[in-house]
Structures are given as C-alpha cells and as structure tokens.
C-alpha cells in the first residue's frame, strides 16, 4: 500500500513539475532601516520565486508581490532530462528566458507574465471541484532558490480570512512553503 503511494506521489510530481518555473526579478527596493531619519535608502534587489505555466504559449500566474517594483523579470524554464525524459534535468540545467509582466491584481496578490515560447507544458486551474480540510494537498515551486521541489501536506482550512476587512478567504495548508515558493502551485492528488 505505501508503494502505491509513493508511486502515486512520484508519477504526480513528475507530471506537474514542467509547468512550475522559477521566477527571477531584479528591482530596486527601500532598505529597511531601524533610524528615525527622513532619508530613504533604495538598493538593487533580487527576488526569486515561483510561477505556473497555465498556456501552452508562455503565460505564466505567479503572485503580484514576486514581481512588485521589478525592473526586469526572467524566467528559469526547466528542461527535460536526456537520460530519463519523463523527469526534469538536474539544478543548472534550465533555460532563462526574459519575461513581460502583463497585469497584477495586488488585492489577490496574482500577477500574470508572458514569455517568447510555445509549446510548453501547463497545468490547469482550479477544477471546480470543492476544497476539504483534511485534504492531501502538495506544493511545488522554488524554496530559498533551489528549483524544482516538492512538499506535502493536508488542507487545514478551507476559508481562513486574516483581515475581516478584506473579502480575501485563503486556504490553509501545512505542507512546507519556505520563501521562493511564491507563486507556485497548491495541488491535490488529482494535480
């Protein structure tokens, strides 16, 4: 039975992993400073995160505070593996391509870029089917920069509101997301 599984979760990975990019942005930013001085500092910023391939012709969803204030956006498009074509090659071997941001929604905090290729793998949105606590769900993306992980865990809670303010209802997850995670998917077993 745990075979299974973990075949399952294998076959599942490798299935969605080509559509889960990374997302390089370089910006300028305010550096955050402890004084009381009037002075604003700016610095050159690096930020990296995730993003989902979801049309075949190179329009990527990440969320909009990955590439908030960018100054120019790439994207790391992993590349199959020679030796083994149904998984993805090795960290280093990917192929960065410039991308344009085509529009942000901060309020969802979701941003979608276009890049210059065809042909690329995708994944679908949301399936219409409902979300339950208790759920498996799986997070794929670019955790402190190392490309192409996978994490697992449950949905904690379907309609986790942190401002009353705002209508913004989340999903709740305990699956690991570490920075750099941003903006790639949350997947149930179905992906």
Do not use: C, W
Not at 117 to 130: D, E, V
Not at 135 to 160: H, I, Y
Not at 163 to 180: E, F, L, W
Request: no cysteine.
């Amino acid at each position: 039975m745990l075979q299974q599984l973990n075949s399952a979760i294998e076959q599942l990975t490798a299935r969605i992993s080509p559509a889960v990019v990374q997302i390089l942005v370089t910006g300028y930013g305010a550096v955050e400073e402890n004084s009381h001085s009037q002075t604003a500092l700016i610095t050159r910023e690096n930020v990296i995160g995730s993003g989902v391939i979801v049309d075949p012709n190179g329009y990527i969803m990440t969320n909009a505070h990955v590439v908030e204030g960018a100054q120019r956006i790439h994207v790391a498009l992993p590349l199959p593996s020679v030796h083994f074509p149904d998984q993805i090659a090795p960290v280093g071997k990917q192929r960065i391509v410039e991308a344009r941001l085509i529009g942000m929604h901060k309020e969802t905090d979701l941003a979608l870029l276009k890049i210059d290729q065809a042909g690329l793998p995708t994944l679908s949105l949301g399936s219409g089917r409902p979300v339950h606590q208790g759920q498996l769900v799986f997070a794929l993306g670019s955790p402190e920069g190392l490309a192409n992980s996978v994490t697992m865990g449950v949905v904690s809670s379907v309609a986790r509101q942190a401002d009353p303010s705002r209508p913004m209802v989340y999903i709740q997850t305990d699956a690991p997301i570490n920075p750099g995670n941003s903006g790639g998917p949350l997947v149930d077993t179905e992906g």
